[in-house]
Structure formats: structure tokens, C-alpha cells
């Protein structure tokens, strides 16, 4: 494929110029693309949102404090309209949860106790807003604790799970030589997710929920849960389990033994269509005592109105989180910000300058900036939006998200895995073509990448909703580097250790051309859809297409 090599100083980078001459002509569409994203405002604002000043934008931290204070100024600075009601912040109330010491647990099965210990054989917390809560309960062993009607499987069937402490495997039923296609053949479905299981056992009205960990099927080890379930959670505030957590695999095995099962047969049982719940003969008597407190955190978001009255009721959304892991002075060490400048003061950024340009020559459609508040808490800020949207879903054409972007220059592919779930990957495709691009091969999910973004709380609202890749996280080498592509891959791989450490610092020699090639993209990508005649559709029999919006 040929690529444009880049004679022209900034900003006429080579894509504009093969575009203008060949491509743009042939598609009307694309002949409105978006205005120039500059690299300039976007270094200033990640080298700023990324300083110590600003203290790792934590949640419930004076740094996210200050990140929102920063954000909604740029906003109106830059001429975005404000939000009904004429602010630029939406309010998201989060609780926040620490099991405690003091918490005591008792096992019994087949009617005799069975010692237990917090931490090491078993944790959990309360997510219901409660400082104590009694949990006195019977276990039901439930399988994968899936129920999906779009796969005809429902480990709930015939059951009563009301008032049980269910008891379930992490991962989704994996494909068979009958069925080599079902939950997503290889790929992980959001079936197979925690954070699924532990909303479908609220759903059920269970008493809580104990997912049983193996390091293969969590895809990280025993202390991964340990150590969050040892600091504090945020939840949205509302309904959630009395009780939550993991039990150790040592200690499932021991549990259901004592009882009278079989852990590995119940398991294999599970993965047969038409299982059945089992009691194991146990019970748990849990008092789970907790720290709880309520903060106040801000989604921020502006807006650039469409300019044709007859499509600027609708819209797309540009999505960027601005929060990271904030500060923690107690943890020993001579550095204790996490700055996340890559994660996502990247993408943070990138928002604001695409904003910028946006507003120069709005688009037909309406676009819509945001920047949601505690992804890192678990998406929680984009749950809130969509719960509360400022624009209707069903007039919300696109969710197009951001999260730690190309850091290492620029590449000759985009990755838009989750756009062949619509029709965005045919527009994804076009669009990318007329920068001379490609697009990256879509991989199977096996981790589950899609439900990892804020995003994803779009498309689980039924809005197509994807994440604009970056070279850093994807780790198969899949990304085609334009320069030095031995090098470029190099440093790509070297930041996997900065993920979610002090260490992911900015520095000012990186070469931003591929963050500011990924923003353009992105955004050339928003006003693609947003001066469509019609607004993307998902593909027929996907799952997200049958929400109801
Ligand atoms: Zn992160």
C-alpha cells in the first residue's frame, strides 16, 4: 500500500493531502471532513492535566477537583455550549466501600464449621450503601451465573435464588465441537465479565455473590482481588449486593468437598446446555462492617450544535475519561501520584483539541464532548451518563471513546475493534481510507477489551459504541508503525510496565504526530456520522442491538 512518505511541515500532514486529491471527491460525505486537530494545544493540555500539580486526578481528590475545574473552563474558553441549564458539569453521586477488620465470616457445611480467613481464602464487600449488613445464607452453586436470552442459556432455571448466596464461575461456557460458536466462540462476551455477574445477582434478588477465582479463567491471580477488595470500591449510589466477592479456588474445592460435591464435576456439569443450580449443603454467616462515604464527582461536557436544522436533534459523542488513580501519600514510597498521563491525560487532551477544531465548522449533526468521571472505579461515570444522558440515546448516533493513545509516532493503521458490531465499520473503513489508512485486522476479544471502556456503557445502552485504538495496548504487534517500526514497537511494549503505576509520566520528547493522527481519525470519524444522511445501525443479531434505547 502506498503512504504518502511526509515532506510537508505541520499541519499538512500527507493524509490531507491524499485525500484532498483523490478520495474526498468521490465521497460527498467525507468532501465535509473535519477540520485540522493542532498538536499544539494538545501538548499543552496533556503536559498540564499529567503534572504532580494535578495530582493524579483521583477520585474524590483535590486533583479531580481540580481536572474538572480545569476542563469546564477549557470548555467554555473554547466556545462549546453548555449543558441544559447552562453549566458544563453533570453531577454523578458515587459511595464509596471498605470492608473493614472488624468484619467476621463463618463457613459451615455439612453441618460443621469450616475456618475461613478474609484475604486469604476469601473476600468480599458490601455494595449496598450499608456500614453493616447480616448476611446469614445458604449457598447455590449456579454455574457461570449467566442469563442470556440471545443464547438460550440461563443458569438460573428453575431455581429459587432469592435470599442465596450464589456461588459462580468467572468466564462464559466455552464453545464445544456441537456449538463452536456460542458466547462468542474463543472471545470473552460481557457474559463472562465479574462485574456482569455481580449485577445479574442483584437482578435475581439473590443475598449476594461468590465468584470462584482461578488465575486462567480471571486472567490475573488471587491477589489481584485481594488488594482491591483491601482498598476502597466506588459504586454508583443505589441498589447493589449485601455481599460481593471471590473465594479461592483452594477453598471452593474444600467448601463443596465438606458438603458433599465435587468441585471440577459441577463444573463440568456447568458447561452442558440445560444445567441446573445445586445447593452445596453450606451456608455463610457474614457481618460485613464497612467504612462508607458519599462524594460528589463531575462528568464534564460541552457541545458544538449541528448547523442543519433538520439533523442537529441528533447526535455523536466523543468520549475521553479524565480521571486516573489520584494520590496516595501513605503508600511508602518517594513517588505517590499516579499521574496517568498516558491513561488517560491522553485522551483527556485529545478532547480539547478536537473540540477546538470542531467548533471552527460544525458538523450537520451535534457533537458532543465528554469527558466521564471514575472510569478507573469501573466505568462508573459513563453508567451515570447513560442513566441521565444530556441528548436522548435514541437520537445518539455513535459513542467514539478515547483511552490511552499512541504515544510513539505515527502508524499506518487504526484499530476500531467493537465498530464491525455496526455499520461503523464500513464508515470506519471509508474514513481511514481517505487519510491512506487501513484498518487493523479485528482479533478475537479473548480478554474482553470491549467491556473494558467507557464505551461499553454506551453500547450497553444500545448505542454503537467503540474505542479509537491506540498502538499501546495492543500488544500482538499488530500495529504498523510508518517510521522506525522496531523501535516504535519497542517503547510501545516498554509501557506496559507504567500501566497503572506512578511511572506513566509525561514526557515532553515524545513524539505526539500519532496521537494527534489517532484524533483526527477520530474525529473525522465523528463528522463522517454526523453529516451521514442516516445515523449508523448495529448488525443484525447483535446483542446490543436489541437494547431498547
Ligand atoms: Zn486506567
Not at 334 to 345: K, L, R, V
Not at 389 to 400: E, F, M, S
Request: aromatic share 10%; with cysteine.
Amino acid at each position: 500500500m502506498h503512504i504518502t512518505p511526509m515532506p510537508l511541515p505541520y499541519p499538512l500532514r500527507p493524509w490531507l493531502a491524499a485525500a484532498s486529491l483523490c478520495l474526498l471527491a468521490a465521497n460527498p460525505a467525507l468532501a465535509q471532513s473535519a477540520p485540522p486537530v493542532a498538536e499544539a494545544p494538545l501538548r499543552a493540555h496533556l503536559a498540564f492535566l499529567a503534572d504532580d500539580l494535578l495530582e493524579g486526578r483521583g477520585t474524590g481528590q483535590r486533583g479531580g477537583a481540580l481536572t474538572v475545574r480545569y476542563l469546564e473552563t477549557q470548555a467554555a474558553a473554547l466556545g462549546l455550549a453548555p449543558l441544559p441549564g447552562g453549566c458544563y458539569r453533570q453531577k454523578v453521586e458515587l459511595v464509596g466501600q471498605k470492608t473493614l477488620p472488624s468484619s467476621t465470616l463463618r463457613f459451615e457445611a455439612g453441618g460443621k464449621p469450616l475456618p475461613a480467613v478474609f484475604g486469604r481464602d476469601v473476600v468480599f464487600a458490601n455494595a449496598n450503601g450499608s456500614a453493616q449488613t447480616h448476611v446469614a445464607a445458604p449457598l447455590l452453586f449456579v454455574g457461570y451465573g449467566i442469563d442470556a436470552p440471545d443464547e438460550r442459556w440461563n443458569d438460573f432455571a428453575g431455581a429459587d435464588v432469592k435470599g442465596k448466596l450464589l456461588v459462580a464461575m468467572v468466564n462464559d461456557p466455552q464453545p464445544t465441537s456441537a456449538e463452536p460458536d456460542r458466547f462468542g466462540g474463543k472471545s470473552l462476551t460481557w457474559y463472562g465479565r465479574w462485574i456482569y455477574k455481580f449485577e445479574e445477582a442483584v437482578r435475581q434478588g439473590a443475598a449476594g455473590i461468590l465468584l470462584i477465582h482461578t488465575t486462567p479463567s480471571a486472567s490475573y491471580p488471587w491477589s489481584v482481588p485481594v488488594n482491591s477488595f483491601s482498598h476502597e470500591q466506588f459504586h454508583l449510589a443505589g441498589a447493589g449486593n449485601a455481599l460481593q466477592g471471590w473465594i479461592s479456588e483452594d477453598m471452593a474445592r474444600t467448601l463443596f468437598a465438606a458438603g458433599g460435591q465435587d468441585l471440577d464435576r459441577l463444573r463440568a456439569q456447568a458447561e452442558v446446555r440445560g444445567f441446573k443450580p445445586v445447593p452445596l449443603a453450606a451456608t455463610l454467616d457474614a457481618d460485613v462492617k464497612s467504612a462508607v462515604r458519599t462524594i460528589v464527582e463531575y462528568n464534564v461536557a460541552g457541545i458544538v450544535p449541528g448547523s442543519d436544522p433538520a439533523l442537529r436533534g441528533e447526535a455523536v459523542v466523543y468520549s475521553a475519561h479524565w480521571d486516573h488513580l489520584g494520590i496516595d501519600a501513605d503508600n511508602g514510597k518517594p513517588d505517590h501520584i499516579w499521574n496517568g498521563a498516558i491513561d488517560n491525560g491522553s485522551g483527556t487532551a485529545a478532547l480539547l483539541a478536537m473540540a477546538q477544531a470542531a467548533v471552527k465548522r460544525p458538523a450537520k449533526r451535534t457533537q458532543i464532548f465528554l469527558w466521564p468521571c471514575a472510569e478507573e472505579q469501573g466505568l462508573l461515570g459513563s453508567l451515570a451518563y447513560v442513566r441521565n444522558p444530556v441528548w436522548p440515546l435514541a437520537k445518539t448516533g455513535a459513542d467514539l471513546n478515547l483511552d490511552s493513545m499512541n504515544f510513539v509516532g505515527r502508524t499506518r493503521d487504526m484499530g476500531v475493534a467493537g465498530a464491525e458490531r455496526s455499520s461503523l465499520y464500513a464508515t470506519s473503513a471509508q474514513v481511514a481510507k481517505a487519510m491512506g489508512l487501513h484498518l487493523a485486522k479485528p482479533v478475537p476479544d479473548l480478554g474482553g477489551a470491549y467491556f473494558r471502556a467507557d464505551h461499553f456503557s454506551f453500547a450497553k445502552a444500545g448505542v454503537p459504541a467503540f474505542n479509537v485504538g491506540s498502538a499501546v495496548f495492543s500488544g500482538d504487534g499488530s500495529f504498523e508503525f510508518e517510521h522506525d517500526a522496531a523501535a516504535e514497537g519497542a517503547k510501545m511494549r516498554a509501557f506496559t510496565k507504567d500501566y497503572h503505576q506512578v511511572s506513566d509520566q509525561y514526557d515532553p520528547a515524545w513524539d505526539l504526530s500519532g496521537m494527534v493522527q489517532q484524533a483526527q481519525f477520530t474525529l473525522n470519524l465523528g463528522y463522517a456520522v454526523a453529516n451521514a444522511p442516516a445515523l449508523p445501525t448495529w448488525k443484525p443479531g447483535e446483542a446490543y442491538g436489541r437494547v431498547k434505547r
